[in-house]
Each structure stands twice: as structure tokens, then as C-alpha cells.
């Protein structure tokens, strides 16, 4: 019997990355799942991440439309009857130094990373609430625990999606509503490689790369696997944490010393 047997699990930003493999490790364990994406998924990659789901849903829409993320949340309901668990995946990168970012940039980093993730912590929270409790995941960032250089609008917003989480657990832990947050270090998902994958950006990723201490950048199928046992019963005394999934990366800095021999 799998993990989320009888379970039903929406997760946003689930066309590609993190969300897309969150969408198939939970229906690997049994559970029905919605997705929801401003893109569709690439090719087949719905149909294989799904193909154990018992039952499944794909809405396209923009996280920062309310009307968009309620006809969502709605139709998943219609579809599954209720709704047990929410991951919110979505999100966009950017940023740059306070003086020389334009408003219009931190206005759209902040509603797709932090207002989407309220809006749909808004409405399947209602629907939560009407039926008995529920886990919602955010995914946060370890750039919403610790700062880093040029980072301003998307640590601001993912720093933002902490606290949420730490209010949200206070406001309804005691309806059976868990909620917690992931904090992932650098993982490769399409987002990455359109910031690092460049032959101009190749130094910055190295260095990053060996920031982990495990000495390389994450792969989504970590992050889902977090997210699940998040979601899952093994996380039921377990709200308002911000985990970090980061190879070891806001541990501290490494001082280059090999390990001593012995």
C-alpha cells in the first residue's frame, strides 16, 4: 500500500522540475493527483509521470490569478471529492541589486512566488477545513533562509513563503491543516538551466556546485521525495518546519582541509 493511498494531492508548477516530479513519485504511491501550470507539460511527460495515479487532473492557469487558481482548486474537488494535500511548486527566478531593479520585475517575482503560493493555500485550505485536515508543502528556497548575492527580489519573496508557512501552521494546526516548507539548495530543473546553463554563467554554476557540501546540485526526485514524507502520516507531528534539502549548503563554509586520515 502506498504512502498516499487514497489520497488526493494537487501540486502546482506541475509541468516540469520539482513539480512534475512530485506529481509522479506521489502517484507512485497511490495517490489521485491535480496539476496545475501556466505551460503544459512537454510531449508525453503528464501521461508517464501519472500512468500509477488512480485518478488525474491537469489545469493550466496563472498562479496569480485568483479566478484561475479557484476554478482549479474547484474542478479538482468536483473530480476527487476533497483534497488532502497541496504542494506549491510554482515559481520564477529573478532579482538583481535593490537600486537598479525595476518595480515591474519584484511585482512579478513576488506574485508568482509568494501570492500564488497564498492563493492557493487560500482556497484548498478552505476545502481542507471543510473536510477534516490536510499537509500543505510550499516550496520554499534555502535563498528564504540565508541571503546571497544579486538575490534581492526572489530571497524577499521565498523568505516571504516561510513565515507564511510558520503563520499558517500556528492558524490551523489545531483543524488538522499541516504545513510546512521545503527549502531546496540549487537543483537542476529547466528554471536552473535557464539561469546557469549558459557557457557565460559556467564559473558561477561551479562554484555553487561545490557550495554543497556534498559536492553537486540537487536533482528533483530529492525534493519529491521530502515532499512526500511531508505529506505523509510519517510527518504527523511535524508543522511549521522549514527544511532544508541543500546538500549540506547553509551548513557553513567549507575551509578546503582534506578529512584527516584514520
Known sequence: MGRLEGRSV???????GIGLECVRRFADEGANVAGFDLNEPEGDAWERATAEAPGEIFVRGDVREEDSVRSCVE????R???LQGLVNSAGVA??????DLDSKHWDWVMDVNLKGTF?????VARAMLASGGGSIVNI???EGLIGSQGGSAYNASKGGVVLLTRNMAIDYGRAGIRVNAVCPGFIVTPLLESVLGSEEMKRTREFIT???HLGRLGRPEEIAGACLFLLSDDASFVTGVALPVDGGMTCGHSMGHDLPEG
Open 80 to 82: 476527487f471529492g476533497s
Open 94 to 99: 529573478g532579482g538583481g541589486a535593490v537600486h
Open 140 to 142: 520554499a528556497s534555502i
Open 210 to 212: 561545490q557550495s554543497h
Open 10 to 16: 494537487l501540486v502546482t508548477g506541475a509541468a516540469s
Open 75 to 78: 474542478a479538482a474537488l468536483e
Open 119 to 123: 492563493l492557493f493555500c487560500k482556497h
